[in-house]
């Protein structure tokens, strides 16, 4: 087989999937512990998020980086769901999948596609709001200004509701897509039982842990 | 006991198939399925139409050559059972049984539940063997030393009789079972080491080629498999493949 066969391979586009994944998992996590300062003091959260905000490694580098490992990973996301149901031209007239398989595997267009819509709202809210503010109106630095940008979101009763009803599918996408990612790249040993159970944890975890952060922030306003 | 059965019915390749009814009686717990269907057919036969095309061969659970997707599972309602092994008893009188061959792009339907499982012998000629010297000095296998953990899992691998219960269930139609049952058998043994890095690349180029769908990991085949492969022979064939790629 030649070697230019790899990359269009099945496997490839798998452990892609899985990689990109696993990225976006880093990243969740470091966006939870933050997010997580403000609840217990805003003067933490704001200096972390001023870093955050104003670090040139973290704006130009890390940033870009993460914004391509989004956007790969839904596009891959879509192709694979494309190419799937293509290889299955006649569906079932019963199919009884429940029987095999858990709702979150066989579902993971459907949370993910909740998690892009939710990322467009979480972009519109924060991110286009703080890229005008830094480099189009070009503001002074305030670095007591986050605490209360975040707060004032979670006023609106319909965003917090939007914003947890997404986590709950980010949830169940992290249900099966933690676990999923290391088993794609032949991860799959004495050690995967452990694994699992760290999976499940910071799929539950992480996610009601943002529900929480935004429940709180729209009680105590 | 009475059932109901709703069969896909199609006259050959290219016609277009549909759901037939067929209402039966006097099925006995202690009946196989096929047994059912052998009954359902004499019936047909007496009343001059065409009999009900499934495919079987050993009847004992070992050939990998009855199929059927039963009820919305592949091989049924039991587990580590092929179609064949299926009893009767495992439905309840009055029961509606829905009757469909595997589906996939690459299983195309030959006639009514017969479907060509073609892809999966040429997924096998592409790379599933080892090449042996057969002149005379051929060495006994049961001279190489083989630790039992690898001789075990690569035995687990081999039990794979190639039904398709893997692709007819998996969301996807992908054949990943399959082919990582083939790959391992021979990468876990000293014999099959020496073309492993060929053997998983042309597999898998072959596996794609077919036009069966991408593994999601929803582990419906390992559920479904009447032999009981394990996923774990998925993420071994993952790390064969990436391993033999990177070498080149």
Request: aromatic content about 12%; glycine content about 6%.
């Amino acid at each position: 087989m030649a070697k230019s066969a790899l990359l269009k391979s099945s496997i490839a586009k798998k452990v892609a999937m899985a990689l990109s994944g696993l990225f976006l998992v880093l990243f969740l996590a470091q966006h939870f512990f933050i997010n997580m300062t403000s609840v217990f003091s805003a003067d933490t959260f704001n200096s972390i998020s001023h870093f955050m905000g104003n670090n040139p490694l973290v704006q130009f580098v890390i940033q870009p980086i993460l914004i391509v490992g989004v956007i790969f990973h839904f596009i891959m996301g879509f192709v694979l769901e494309f190419k799937n149901n293509s290889a299955r031209p006649i569906s079932y007239a019963k199919n009884n999948g429940a029987a095999n398989s858990s709702w979150a595997s066989r579902n993971m267009i459907v949370s993910g596609s909740v998690v892009l819509a939710f990322l467009l709202l979480h972009f519109y809210d924060f991110w286009v709001p703080e890229m005008v503010y830094k480099y189009v109106d070009v503001s002074p630095l305030n670095e007591t200004r986050y605490f209360h940008e975040l707060a004032e979101k979670f006023e609106s009763p319909i965003r917090t509701g939007l914003y947890s009803l997404s986590f709950l599918l980010l949830s169940l996408h992290l249900w099966h897509g933690f676990n999923s990612s290391f088993q794609s790249v032949g991860f799959n040993n004495k050690y995967s039982k452990s694994l699992h159970t760290l999976g499940y944890a910071f799929a539950i975890v992480v996610p009601f842990g943002f529900i929480f952060i935004a429940l709180f922030h729209h009680f105590n306003h | 006991m009475k059932l109901t059965l709703k069969i896909w019915r199609q006259k050959n390749a290219a016609a277009e198939g549909k759901i037939v009814e067929y209402p039966i009686d006097g099925i006995e717990p202690d009946m196989s399925f096929l047994e059912m269907l052998d009954i359902l057919n004499d019936e047909l036969i007496v009343k001059g139409e065409d009999t009900v095309a499934f495919d079987h061969d050993c009847r004992e659970g070992i050939c990998g050559m009855c199929s059927l997707y039963i009820n919305g599972e592949a091989h049924g309602p039991d587990r580590l059972v092929t179609t064949c092994q299926l009893h009767m008893r495992k439905f309840k009188d009055g029961d509606t049984i829905f009757i469909e061959p595997f589906r996939a792009k690459a299983f195309p339907v030959i006639k009514d539940l017969v479907v060509d499982r073609g892809a999966f012998d040429r997924i096998q000629q592409s790379g599933g063997f080892i090449s042996v010297n057969t002149s005379g000095n051929t060495i006994d296998a049961n001279t190489i030393p083989i630790p039992k953990h690898d001789a075990d899992r690569a035995f687990d691998a081999a039990t794979c009789i190639g039904c398709g219960a893997c692709v007819a269930s998996c969301k996807n139609s992908s054949a990943m079972l399959f082919v990582s049952a083939k790959v391992s058998q021979f990468a876990l043994l000293p014999q099959g080491k020496v073309e492993a890095a060929d053997r998983v690349l042309n597999m898998v180029a072959q596996m794609d080629a077919e036009g069966f769908g991408n593994c999601t990991n929803t582990g419906a085949c390992e559920v479904e498999c009447p032999k009981g492969i394990s996923l774990e022979n998925i993420a071994r064939m993952n790390r064969e493949y990436l391993s033999a790629s990177l070498k080149g």
